[in-house]
T-cell receptor, first 113, second 112 residues
C-alpha cells in the first residue's frame, strides 16, 4: 500500500519567512510532484522531479524552489512567503515513466499572514 | 504547453440520475487521461483512466470516453449515489516524467 506523507497538515507563517514543506513516499517511486490547490483553479503543478537531484519547473514555479537529495523525499521551499501563497499544497509520487497513477499525500494547508 | 479545460464547475443531480463531466485538452501528443476523485477533506484518488489507443473504458458505474480527433474526453457516472458527491478532476499527460496537467475540477453533488 503506497504511503505518501507530508510534514504538516496545517501551517501558519508570517510574510517574508522561509517555509519548508516536506514530502516522503515509501514505495521507491522515481517521480515526485508538488501541486497547489485553490478553489476553481484545480491542481496546478509547481515543480516535479523524476530522479534524485533532478527537478523540472511546472506551470507556476515563481516564488518556489525544491530539493530532492534522497529518492523518497521531496521538499518544497518558499524562499520568502507572501500572502498570495496561502493555499493547500499537495505532494504526489508515481513510478518512473509516464502514464501512471499518482499517489497523493494528505496535503498541507498553509496560511501566510 | 498542455492546457486542460473542464466543465461544468458544479453539477447537482438527484440520486439515481446520471452525471457527465467533460474535458478538452490542447496537446495532440497527450496519450494518458486519468480521472481523480477528491472527497471533502481527503486526498485525490484515481478512479479510472484511459489511454489514447482506447475509445472507451468502463468500471462498474463509471465510464470514460475519449475522442482523439476532437481532443476531448468525458466521465460518465450512472445510477449516482450520495457517496459519489465529491470534486472530480480530469487530467492529461504526454508521459514527460509522469507529469499530469489537471482540469479545474467539478464539484458533484448527489441529492438523496
Amino acid at each position: 500500500d503506497v504511503k505518501v506523507t507530508q510534514s504538516s497538515r496545517y501551517l501558519v507563517k508570517r510574510t517574508g519567512e522561509k517555509v519548508f514543506l516536506e514530502c516522503v513516499q515509501d514505495m521507491d517511486h522515481e517521480n515526485m510532484f508538488w501541486y497547489r490547490q485553490d478553489p476553481g483553479l484545480g491542481l496546478r503543478l509547481i515543480y516535479f522531479s523524476y530522479d534524485v537531484k533532478m527537478k523540472e519547473k511546472g506551470d507556476i514555479p515563481e516564488g518556489y524552489s525544491v530539493s530532492r537529495e534522497k529518492k523518497e523525499r521531496f521538499s518544497l521551499i518558499l524562499e520568502s512567503a507572501s500572502t498570495n501563497q496561502t493555499s493547500m499544497y499537495l505532494c504526489a509520487s508515481s513510478l518512473s515513466g509516464g502514464g501512471g497513477e499518482q499517489y497523493f499525500g494528505p496535503g498541507t494547508r498553509l496560511t501566510v499572514t | 504547453g498542455e492546457n486542460v479545460e473542464q466543465h461544468p464547475s458544479t453539477l447537482s443531480v438527484q440520486e439515481g440520475d446520471s452525471a457527465v463531466i467533460k474535458c478538452t485538452y490542447s496537446d495532440s501528443a497527450s496519450n494518458y487521461f486519468p480521472w481523480y476523485k477528491q472527497e471533502l477533506g481527503k486526498r485525490p484518488q484515481l478512479i479510472i483512466d484511459i489511454r489514447s489507443n482506447v475509445g472507451e473504458k468502463k468500471d462498474q458505474r463509471i465510464a470514460v470516453t475519449l475522442n482523439k480527433t476532437a481532443k476531448h474526453f468525458s466521465l460518465h457516472i450512472t445510477e449516482t449515489q450520495p457517496e459519489d458527491s465529491a470534486v472530480y478532476f480530469c487530467a492529461a499527460s504526454t508521459n514527460q516524467g509522469g507529469k499530469l496537467i489537471f482540469g479545474q475540477g467539478t464539484e458533484l453533488s448527489v441529492k438523496p
